[in-house]
């Protein structure tokens, strides 16, 4: 199994910047790679970025091209999502996912962290 614990969320104005950190730890060595995610109230739970956990290979949601950045740092376990130019429609609840090798989607989910964008 693999368990995440996200940080770094909290209340910014809008153009301000975050990041976010997604802590892993148990099998890491079966991740294939990790996702970030955003859920706003009442709404559905949407993809903004992943990399994968050896040569990061990233892709992002269009929404987040050019003002979010994943990277990671294998030896801390630790994926980051750095949050810039940030815009009220970007309040959401973060969660990172793992996709482990064998699995065909996110298995394993962080607990989520709050982030919200004032105008």
């Known amino acids: 199994q693999v368990q995440l614990v996200e940080s770094g969320g909290g209340l910014v104005q809008a153009g301000g910047s975050l990041r976010l950190s997604c802590a892993a730890s148990?099998?890491?060595?079966?991740?294939?790679?990790i996702g970030w995610f955003r859920q706003a109230p009442g709404k559905e739970r949407d993809f903004v970025a992943r990399?994968?956990?050896?040569?990061?290979?990233?892709y992002y949601a269009d929404s987040v091209k050019g003002r979010f950045t994943i990277s990671r740092d294998n030896a801390k376990n630790t994926v980051y999502l750095q949050m810039n130019s940030l815009r009220p429609e970007d309040t959401a609840v973060y969660y990172c996912?793992?996709?482990?090798?064998?699995?065909?989607?996110?298995?394993?989910w962080g607990q989520g962290t709050q982030v919200t964008v004032s105008s």
């Open positions: 996912a793992a996709w482990v090798v064998g699995q065909s989607w996110y298995a394993y």
């Open positions: 990399t994968t956990w050896r040569g990061g290979s990233t």
């Open positions: 148990g099998r890491t060595d079966s991740i294939y790679n």
